[in-house]
Nanobody, 125 residues
Framework: QVPLVESGGGLVQAGGSLRLSCAAS????????MGWFRQAPGKEREFVAA????????YYADTVEGRFTISRDNAKNTVYLQMNSLEPEDTAVYYC??????????????????WGQGTQVTVSS
């Protein structure tokens, strides 16, 4: 388990933008894919985006494709989620996580461990 700390959440109006950050401490996650997930009240945790260990491949949920961008800086052990054109339906607690196995990437949250504590994103209409 690697401690992860998310930041950057907040309250924003529909159409606005936020940038989430997720910093890892304790060890490098250079060889591991990173993912962002979210969970709204009363709903299951869902996949948002993932990025391969090198940053060369990125994957998005259909609901955020074209609006969100995932990126990473391995030198800083940090992964980012730039969220543009936010909608009220994006309101949720957002979590980052590290892929369980090296060099693989999945959309299933069960394939990830070392979850952060989450950061709240609220989009008002």
């Amino acid at each position: 388990q690697v401690p992860l700390v998310e930041s950057g959440g907040g309250l924003v109006q529909a159409g606005g933008s936020l940038r989430l950050s997720c910093a890892a401490s304790g060890r490098s996650f250079t060889n591991y894919a990173m993912g962002w997930f979210r969970q709204a009240p009363g709903k299951e945790r869902e996949f948002v985006a993932a990025i391969t260990w090198s940053g060369s491949n990125k994957y998005y949920a259909d609901t955020v494709e074209g609006r969100f961008t995932i990126s990473r800086d391995n030198a800083k052990n940090t992964v980012y989620l730039q969220m543009n054109s936010l909608e009220p339906e994006d309101t949720a607690v957002y979590y980052c996580a590290i892929e369980r196995r090296k060099f693989l990437v999945h959309r299933d949250p069960n394939e990830y461990d070392s979850w952060g504590q989450g950061t709240q994103v609220t989009v008002s209409s």
